[in-house]
């Protein structure tokens, strides 16, 4: 069955609501923070995946909501001007590398700016918010430093598709880190499939090699591998690292790393060296950091070095005053910020990146940085003790933002300014209202691009005390 975009009713009864399988005729009018295109069956909103913002489409319904209808594209009936040819072949298999390869950059950076502004005013209710224009990622391909592909039986090695993270696409192409990750990737699929060795499938849970990690430090002047497995011996790994390192002479570190749960997100329980070193080293801000297998630092090099210089220039001058940094990770904001005359404390639960960080300090010869190691919702109230006011407070939350509880006790510490660095505007809108009763007012919000071909955007903005 083919609905048209007035063949709805506002009340949408359920003999006339769409099935899974039926045809949507829908104009989209913007992308999402999500990836989808957007559009109106009357009554109803369209979620098109594979849309571009101001086309007509013909979208097949793949899931039915109360409100809303999920649905990909079918046809493109009239295309948007912001349309463009995918450069990937595996973007029309689906592939989750990507998710809007087909929309032009200058489309894909006003859907994330304004994905930020509807965030702040819809979500967090703020009006006349600061917004600056989104700081845009000079390479739009070949950014990322880091990538993780899966093994799989079916594929060998490859990435998941969208929304099948149970599936693979064998990988033939990417254009998302670099030629060399490709041709690493290749080169693994071809000794694995020669040696036979078992390939790990999340659905029934069995097989031994799990993912194959690539890291490249700035310009890709060293590269360490990561190969990810289940528990055991692993006969093949010394043989599989010298097969991956002859590739290249800036291969400077191949490690193993064991996962023992089922779990494909969870921590790694042991890390060894194959061969090399056990790390690589990046310089972000005229700083050097020691980058582990397991180690946390910003996917685009080019771009951390610009989020770095909007949190420094946020900050303002901190020379003699003190800061403290939540969720600092391996020191990247401490550091960079205490390089410049700040006396700094930073706050981490991942107890590794806490030893990194120290770590990082005393390889850049600063003293006047010290990090905790702790959940931030109880070591705050260690850090910030009450009466105790830090002139600045930085914050880099994970996705899921800081929660009412951190703002809270940020609040209650009454820092001059407030530094929050989000990878999700959701979240950020969530926790930016937890400030307001507290007098914080927001003085700039800057997006900048670390992502380019996906949704996703960083967001830096400042606040200060009313």
Known sequence: MIFGTTALTSSVPSSTRPRPGDEIVVTVDRLTYGGQGIGRAEGLAVFV????????????????????VEADVAEIVQPSPDRTQPRCQHFSEGCGGCTWQHVTYPAQLAAKQAAVKDSLERLGGFRDVPLQPIVPAPDAFYYRN?????????????????????????????????????AIVKAAQAFVEEKRIPLYHPRSR????????????RGGRETLLGIITGPGTFAEGEAM????????????????????????????????????????????????FDIRLDTFFQTNSVQAERLVALVKEFAGDVNGKSVVDVYCGVGLFSLALAATGASVVGVEIVESAVAAARENARKNHIASAEFHAGDARKVLAEVLPAGLSPNILVLDPPRAGAGGKVMRRIARATP????????????????LVELGPFGYKMTAVTPIDLFPQTYHVETVVALERA
């Not at 490859?158 to 990988?171: C, F, K, V």
């Open 241 to 288: 690292a010298k097969h991956l390192a002859g590739l290249d002479p800036g291969i400077k570190a191949v490690v193993r790393g064991i996962r023992q749960t089922v779990e494909g997100a969870s921590p790694l329980t042991e890390t060894s060296v194959l061969l090399g070193d056990d790390h690589i080293t990046e310089t972000t801000a005229g700083l050097d």
């Open 146 to 182: 880091k990538m993780e592909f899966a093994f799989h039986p079916k594929g060998t090695l490859g990435l998941h598709p969208r929304e099948a993270w149970y599936d693979i696409i064998r990988l033939r192409e990417c254009f998302l880190e670099s030629p060399l990750a490709l």
């Open 416 to 431: 001059e300014r407030i530094v929050y660095v989000s990878c999700n505007p959701t979240t950020l809108a969530r926790d």
């Open 206 to 217: 069995e097989g031994f090699l799990r993912e194959l990690c690539v890291r490249h430090s």
């Open 49 to 68: 995946n594979g849309a571009a913002p101001c086309e007509t489409v013909r979208a097949k319904v793949r899931r039915v909501f109360r409100r809303h």
